[in-house]
């Protein structure tokens, strides 16, 4: 039997686990994994600029394909780049396996050049870690990983890999390897699937949210479906929006801090509230004790522990998504159970109707609802897209038509600014048949520029839109709405010339400067062999969408004047 490196250890359970591409830097530590990589053709390895753009590339792998991400840093400052990334990860349960270079092992404690405690730093941010003891681990512990950061709730998993633990030789029997990790799923309890699907038929009023537990499981079909088997409507999380299609009838889109009227007001007057898949943040809620007070609520999550945390429940079910919708769709057809129509239901959809809002504005600079108006119109139904985090974000989870979950990535829990572009590269490479929409704001895009690098270089043709409006547009409205219009730090000097930018990295570019230009660019850039960047200048004040206080009991939104405020009795015909 040949010997080997720990280094090619870690290669061949790269293989064994189906890993084709992996998004990283190399530095001194980790270059005896490097150079085994080198001689391996079965993984390809996408070089990007920053090492936490490598984690945000790996985790838009993951998302668009529903399997474990790979992304690699050196020690020291390239692992500490790459925890943003990992807790971005974290925070939003995408499976993700980091390897992180480290000082051989005689020097770890003595201040060594690049030494850092990755094990340390690493471990809030992550399901599991690992440090490699010596080569003859590299395989087990790296197939570990996997199967650790694909089980049940996801998440990344760290491996620190010490110089001498992956440069020196071992004897692999991949026969010998035996997983030490296992999950089991606890029983799903039928008898509270069945309290819950008689709650839920037997409510005046009944809700659906929607988490990305939803999107993670794959559920979004049997989301959709039990929604219409109850005729009940059904609100998202930003991490699910199209686990039901956007344009589905049954569909009132996001709920929360920034979400929609309607949304918001249906679950405030609910009596049963069917929750799947999400951890009741407080973006989600608001005030717990003004969050749906009067509804009875049935929470199925697939991490125990988040059950009853946040928001009290009635019924808990620790299930998959997936298992679980299908159960319960099971038990309401055995009972012969059907939604019904009643004021309730006529109430929602007129609010729904009354809460749309009119995106046909002529102004320039342009309306960031024109905006997404007109991309709807230009866009193919299978695009993928990705949002960096700001105001355009959340103008796209208002008015962004999302048909598939797994075709809308953007970061929710950490809200990282610059995690589009990297995601978008990622995302392309997952599927490079589909084409890729990065929506960004300017304020995130002066964060990770330096990857339409990346993209020029590996000639993805993907396309960022960027909503140019000079600043960071949502934390000046904070300031402006909480804060007296005490504005600062909020508004970039010197104009930048983003199209010059672009074709400075290889990319394309073009600018334009009202709304009927738009759609026009948009099929330009789609159709372009090459990176395209579309500058849109965006208006610097503007109404802004519903934004509920995050303090406080009062859950009335700051309206614009195109959402209705729903007045008391309105969901009772008063």
């Known amino acids: 039997m040949a010997s080997i490196t720990g280094g090619r250890g870690v290669v061949e359970a790269l293989l064994d686990e189906g890993v084709r591409h992996a998004f990283g830097i190399p530095g001194g530590a980790n270059l005896p994994f490097y150079d085994e990589l080198y001689k391996e053709s079965g993984i390809e390895h996408i070089h990007m600029k920053h090492e936490q753009c490598g984690a945000h590339a790996a985790t838009g792998y993951a998302r668009v394909l529903g399997k474990v991400g790979v992304c690699i840093g050196t020690s020291g400052p390239g692992t500490t780049n790459l925890v943003t990334g990992i807790t971005d990860a974290f925070m939003d349960s995408i499976p993700l396996v980091a390897l992180t270079g480290q000082v051989p ?3 770890l404690g003595k201040d060594a050049f690049q030494e850092s405690d990755n094990f340390g ?9 690992f440090r490699l003891g010596n080569a003859e681990e590299s395989y087990a512990t790296t197939r570990e990983a996997f199967l650790i950061a694909r089980s049940g709730r996801p998440g990344p998993v760290a491996i620190d890999l010490p110089k001498d633990t992956i440069a020196n030789q071992f004897e692999l029997d991949k026969k010998k390897y035996k997983p030490l990790y296992s999950y089991k799923p606890a029983p799903l309890d039928r008898i509270k699937i069945k309290e819950a699907v008689q709650l839920l038929f037997n409510a005046e009023r009944p809700m659906m949210l929607g988490g990305g537990g939803v999107t993670l499981s794959g559920a979004s079909h049997e989301f959709t479906a039990f929604a219409e088997l109850l005729n009940c409507y059904a609100v998202t999380t930003i991490t699910a929006r199209g686990a039901i299609p956007t344009t589905h009838p049954l569909s009132l889109g996001q709920i929360g801090m ?3 009227q309607v949304s918001n007001h249906s679950v405030a007057n609910c009596d049963v509230l069917l929750a799947v898949g999400t951890r009741f943040s407080d973006r989600i809620t608001g005030d717990i004790s003004a969050f749906a007070p009067k509804a009875k609520i049935i929470h199925i999550d697939v991490d125990p522990t988040e059950i009853g945390k946040n928001v009290p429940v009635n019924i808990g079910i620790a299930a998959d998504a997936k298992t679980a919708l299908r159960e319960l769709l099971n038990a309401a057809n055995e009972m012969r159970l059907k939604g019904s129509q009643n004021l309730w239901r006529e109430r929602i959809k007129q609010l729904n109707a009354e809460c749309a809002c009119n995106c046909g504005y002529d102004e320039v ?7 997404l108006k007109e991309v709807n119109e230009a866009i193919p139904e299978d695009i993928i897209v990705t949002t960096e985090v700001g105001h355009h974000q959340m103008y796209a989870t208002h008015f962004l038509k999302v048909k598939d ?6 970061s929710a829990g950490l809200g990282t600014m610059g995690f589009g572009l990297p995601a978008a590269i990622g995302a392309k490479i997952a599927k490079p048949e589909l084409p890729v929409l990065d929506l960004s704001g300017d304020g995130s895009l002066f964060m990770v520029c330096q990857e339409l690098s990346t993209a020029a270089e590996r000639e993805l043709p993907i396309v960022i839109a960027l909503f140019n409006n000079g600043g960071y547009s949502i934390v000046k409205e904070w300031q402006r709405r909480f804060y007296g219009q005490r504005h600062i730090a909020v508004e970039f000097g ?7 930018v672009a074709k400075g990295f290889g990319c394309d570019g073009i600018r334009v ?3 009927s230009e738009i759609q026009a660019a948009m099929k330009q850039a789609l159709k372009s062999d090459k990176p395209f960047l579309i500058d849109i200048p965006t208006q610097k004040e503007h109404e802004g969408i519903p934004l509920v206080p995050p303090l406080g009991k009062n859950t009335e939104m700051l309206l614009t004047p195109r959402c209705p405020l729903v007045k008391p009795g309105y969901f009772d015909g008063k």
């Open 105 to 107: 092992t005689k020097l």
């Open 258 to 260: 920034h979400g929609r």
């Open 494 to 500: 010197k104009t930048t010339d983003w199209v010059k």
């Open 405 to 410: 979950p797994r075709h809308f990535i953007t």
């Open 121 to 129: 730093f690493c471990l809030p941010v992550t399901k599991h870690n």
């Open 365 to 371: 600079p342009i309306r960031p609802e024109t905006i």
């Open 513 to 515: 400067s009202k709304p």
